[in-house]
């Protein structure tokens, strides 16, 4: 009796066995720091620079055609450069190419206005890096705005400025700017009119000659209500 009953045991914990599923335990692969990556992206990074801003040195000779055909040159051939990373890595993240590289990929994504799609591509993949502190957050707010400016949708966070014949800075298509400084708090952005004022300030210094022919001698900042 006994034997059997240890029979009858042993096939219970046989079927109990057989009835249980077993996880697999779930495999993260690994990032691998790529220096390769980081000093291409500095270095594309670099002529970006001198192609965003106005033209110095030797690029302050060129003609506005010169200078139109190179700025155009380097944004579209960067952009191609740029999907071909992100079609093999997706978003470039900190633990791939450090926050310098990081935050060089999206300056130059930043940049590539002419390719809307890819820059809503890239942003895509942008939100689950800073979601998991692989990103940036401040420049994920820039390149939601740029992708809603560029494909005719009102920004979210306020990042992009036209100015007033005064040179004050001013969101550019935002009629609506309800709960804007809660949206750029959340992701560690000054608020607007702060940054308003930043941009004011900058444009007054880059246009100082032209704002004195008009008698403006100083920046028009705007006041806290």
């Known amino acids: 009796m006994n034997k059997i009953c ?10 109990g066995c057989k009835g249980k599923t077993v996880e697999k335990p779930t ?9 390769q990556l980081a000093d291409e992206l500095k270095r594309m ?10 033209p110095h040195g030797a690029y302050a000779e060129l003609s506005e055609e010169e200078w139109n055909s190179f700025k155009d040159s380097v944004f579209t051939t960067h952009q191609k450069q740029l999907e071909e990373i992100f079609n093999k890595v997706g978003f470039v993240g900190y633990d791939l190419a450090g926050k310098e590289g990081s935050d060089n990929f ?7 206005d002419h390719d809307p799609v890819f820059q809503k591509n890239v942003l895509a993949k942008m939100k689950v890096q800073v979601d998991s502190g692989n990103a940036t957050p401040e420049y994920y707010g820039y390149l939601v705005d740029r992708v809603h400016i560029n494909t005719g949708e009102e920004q979210v966070y306020g ?8 040179g004050q800075a001013f969101p550019k298509n935002m009629t609506d700017t309800t709960g804007v400084n809660s949206r750029r708090i959340s992701l560690g952005l000054t608020p607007m009119i702060e940054r308003m004022n ?17 008698g403006i001698t100083e920046p028009q900042l705007y006041t806290a209500n």
């Not at 999206?106 to 590539?112: I, N, T």
């Open 6 to 15: 240890g029979i009858v045991w042993i096939g219970l914990a046989l079927l």
């Open 27 to 35: 495999m993260v692969k690994k990032v691998i720091y790529d220096q």
């Open 45 to 54: 990074e670099g002529i970006d620079q001198i192609a965003a801003y106005i």
């Open 106 to 112: 999206w300056v130059m994504v930043q940049h590539s």
């Open 159 to 166: 990042t992009q400025f036209e100015y007033n014949e005064l």
């Open 198 to 214: 930043e941009m004011t300030l900058s444009h007054f210094l880059m246009n100082k000659e032209y704002f004195a022919e008009k």
